[in-house]
């Protein structure tokens, strides 16, 4: 398998090796849903080509797009803690190749190889930091007060 960009680039060789021989490579056609916001969350995946749109439920109205995600990045980060259920819903835009992986054998894997959790933690904590903010920026630009502009 090729060497990922983004959240898994800055684990170790070792590391990285080790949870990549817990992934499948998978390809997912365009206009697919890959989850709800909600629903149980029991895998995630890291596109290796193509995208996912990221999106928030708001009732009475369309999903709007909070975040669209490229090559390197993970697709998902509700498995990691309970109660495992999706804060976002996700859709491909176009046909992606992603490493897929299997929520629960990634966490025996981490529970085994608590240096491997360690890094595979702190590179999702800090996608989830990303995420919220681009998140609050995204709500705010649609549903903040009338006038204010966009945020800078």
């Given at each position: 398998?090729?060497?990922?960009?983004?959240?898994?680039?800055?684990?170790?060789?070792?590391?990285?090796?080790?949870?990549?021989?817990?992934?499948?490579?998978?390809?997912?056609?365009?206009?697919?849903?890959?989850?709800?916001?909600?629903?149980r969350a029991d895998r995630f995946w890291v596109i290796r080509r193509?995208?996912?749109?990221?999106?928030?439920?708001?009732?009475?109205?369309?999903?709007?797009?909070?975040?669209?995600?490229?090559?390197?990045?993970?697709?998902?980060?509700?498995?990691?803690?309970?109660?495992?259920?999706?804060?976002?819903?996700?859709?491909?835009?176009?046909?992606?190749?992603?490493?897929?992986?299997?929520?629960?054998?990634?966490?025996?894997?981490?529970?085994?190889?608590?240096?491997?959790?360690?890094e595979l933690v702190t590179a999702v904590a800090t996608v989830i930091?990303?995420?919220?903010?681009?998140?609050?920026?995204?709500?705010?630009?649609?549903?903040?007060?009338?006038?204010?502009?966009?945020?800078?």
């Open positions: 398998m090729s060497v990922p960009t983004g959240v898994l680039s800055n684990m170790s060789d070792v590391h990285r090796e080790r949870l990549l021989e817990l992934a499948s490579v998978t390809l997912i056609p365009a206009g697919v849903r890959l989850f709800d916001e909600g629903s193509g995208g996912v749109a990221l999106d928030v439920h708001v009732p009475g109205r369309r999903a709007p797009v909070v975040e669209t995600l490229g090559e390197g990045d993970l697709v998902g980060w509700s498995w990691l803690a309970p109660p495992r259920r999706w804060h976002l819903g996700a859709q491909t835009l176009t046909e992606v190749e992603a490493f897929e992986f299997d929520a629960e054998a990634v966490t025996g894997l981490c529970r085994d190889e608590p240096a491997l959790g360690l930091g990303h995420r919220l903010a681009a998140s609050r920026r995204r709500l705010l630009d649609l549903y903040g007060p009338a006038g204010s502009g966009p945020l800078l």
